[in-house]
């Protein structure tokens, strides 16, 4: 065989391997990288992992040890080092640390989508970061304002009212706790007398609450800005003998939560929608591939709001979160 005819075959079977057999598609490997193991995330990726069996694509899951930014850092950087990932999802654990690492992702050549928390200021078309494809997530000023204004027509517009949050910086929660102050500052008879910290642990958050509890003997209510959060403070009210008397709110619609509001411990459980975050995601990544290009930056993906009343109505529990 003379070598021109050798190049020729070589090239027209190079030609060949790039064509994908008849029915099968070139597609997108993803990486999902979550905040932190918490039931809200685990039914994330529920959510995540249906669309990616339903679109026949190959997943990465890694959970950050705990909530914090020096142990989410590594991953997208070891996601970006494996060399095989198109698309990253993940929930940023603070809207300006995580900015850099995903930012490196994204010059690597990886498109970045974030569920329940942003970057920046969430503004993916006028804000500060625009990289990410689409912010998929709750609306969590709003979140916050239901709170609020549970816990001051549970309290008639008087009383005392307290918070428990997670970090300062996560996009969610912060937004969570504005929303909150904005709708209790419409009565004028409501005062806040605290926001805590517990850094998403919810031993320390019964801590904060108890020491709470006991300077403020009168307080009215609490809102527990997230799974932790609510754990901890319920807990608090429990020992302290004062379920049912001190009004509780808690963001998060896990099975803890769910048996306080039967108990009669816990007044109102926000529920948000993790698995169609997950799965919505997962979709944009896929539409994304196929060269959709007028996704929305932003999805809001709704509530659900359960109480002592309604938290058997199937249409509201299916919203509890069900971790296998
Ligand atoms: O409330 C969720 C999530 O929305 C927030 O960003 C962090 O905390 C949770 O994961 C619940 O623990």
Do not use: C, H
């Amino acid at each position: 065989m003379t070598k021109k005819l050798l190049a020729i075959l070589v090239v027209a079977l190079l030609a060949i391997s790039l064509v994908p057999a008849t029915g099968q598609e070139d597609k997108p490997k993803i990486g999902f990288l979550p905040g932190v193991v918490d039931p809200f995330y685990q039914v994330m990726e529920l959510g995540v992992n249906q669309a990616v069996a339903d679109f026949d694509l190959e997943v990465i899951t890694q959970y950050p040890p705990s909530w914090n930014v020096s142990e989410q850092t590594p991953i997208p950087d070891a996601y970006v080092a494996r060399g095989d990932l198109d698309y990253i999802i993940t929930a940023p654990v603070d809207k300006d640390q995580m900015i850099a690492p995903l930012q490196a992702a994204v010059d690597a050549g990886i498109k970045v989508i974030t569920v329940d928390t942003f970057l920046g200021d969430g503004d993916y078309i006028d804000g500060p970061v625009t990289f990410p494809l689409s912010y998929i997530g709750s609306d969590n000023v709003e979140g916050g304002r239901i709170a609020g204004r549970a816990l001051a027509d549970v309290l008639g517009g008087e009383g005392t009212v307290y918070v428990q949050n997670t970090n300062v910086g996560v996009s969610t929660t912060e937004q969570r706790g504005e929303g909150f102050i904005e709708a209790i500052s419409e009565f004028p008879g409501m005062e806040l007398v605290g926001m805590d910290y517990n850094l998403d642990d919810a031993n320390r958050a019964a801590e904060q609450t108890s020491a709470t509890l006991q300077r403020v003997p009168d307080l009215g209510g609490i809102f527990g800005v997230n799974v932790f959060s609510a754990q901890g403070a319920g807990n608090a009210v429990i020992a302290a003998g004062l379920g049912g008397t001190v009004q509780v709110v808690a963001f998060d619609a896990t099975q803890f939560a769910i048996e306080m509001l039967r108990n009669g411990d816990v007044t109102l459980v926000i529920a948000q929608k993790p698995f169609d975050m997950g799965y919505m995601a997962v979709e944009f990544a896929m539409a994304d591939w196929r060269g959709v290009t007028s996704l929305p930056r932003r999805v809001p993906t709704g509530y659900a709001v359960i109480t002592a009343e309604n938290v058997d109505d199937p249409e509201v529990a299916r919203f509890i979160y069900q971790v296998p």
